[in-house]
């Protein structure tokens, strides 16, 4: 079964911080991965995405990589601010299904402190 | 653009009543999701519809049916709500082009409660 596995659940770190939130990811056959940010009562918004080819993409202050053949990827955060608190979830798309069906992890939810 | 928009966005159900929520989109996307989201969960898939005039089950259709209305709208209608139906709907849309690699563009959510 195809699944996706987020850590840490939750963080907590100060404004200025780094941080960075762990994916694992079991879905075969791998077609891309996608990081979303979601608010607090809000639907999620996408940040990355990364194909197979792909090991590294940014998006100002958010960097994430993947490790396709150890089925990992990690979402880093510089410099946090307050707005950067949220819940942050992995996605992964398998080939076929003409990308219909998603794995969603749980997510990680992040608080950042003044 | 308004993007993908949902009514209502909180609804109280009483265990047995029926509801339909709505979903919008104005971006010409031809398919169109719904999920539902539960605390410590990934989102699942309820439903989709990949091209206007089709529908299909996702991961967890027991209990909910869809209506494609016409491109833009996609409902979701609960016929007799459990409370094990209580949780966070989003609607999301598509294009059926490859760029950004079939991203998938989210509504705002609602909150259902059946008591």
């Known amino acids: 079964k195809n699944q996706v596995e987020q850590s840490p659940q939750s963080l907590i770190i100060l404004e200025g911080k780094n941080c960075t939130l762990q994916c694992n990811y079991t879905v075969s056959p791998f077609s891309n991965l996608r990081w979303y940010k979601q608010d607090t009562g809000r639907g999620p918004v996408s940040l990355t995405i990364?194909?197979?080819?792909?090991n590294t993409k940014s998006n100002g202050r958010y960097t994430a990589t993947l490790d396709a053949d150890t089925k990992q990827s990690s979402l880093h955060i510089t410099a946090s601010q307050l707005s950067d608190s949220a819940s942050y979830i992995c996605v992964v798309s398998a080939i076929g299904n003409a990308g219909n069906m998603l794995t969603f992890g749980g997510g990680t939810r992040l608080m950042v402190k003044p | 653009n308004a993007g993908v928009t949902q009514t209502p966005k909180f609804q109280v159900l009483k265990t047995g009543q029926s509801m339909t929520l709505q979903c919008a989109q104005d971006?010409?996307?031809?398919?169109m999701y719904w999920y539902r989201q539960d605390p410590g969960m990934g989102l699942r898939l309820i439903y989709y519809s990949a091209s206007e005039g089709t529908t299909d089950k996702g991961e967890v259709p027991n209990g909910y049916n869809v209506s494609r209305l016409n491109k833009r709208e996609f409902s979701l209608r609960l016929e007799s709500a459990a409370p094990s139906q209580t949780s966070v709907y989003f609607c999301a849309s598509r294009t059926r082009f490859l760029t950004p690699a079939y991203e998938q563009y989210f509504g705002p959510g609602t909150r259902l409660t059946v008591t």
């Open positions: 971006m010409n996307h031809n398919s």
């Open positions: 990364m194909t197979f080819s792909e």
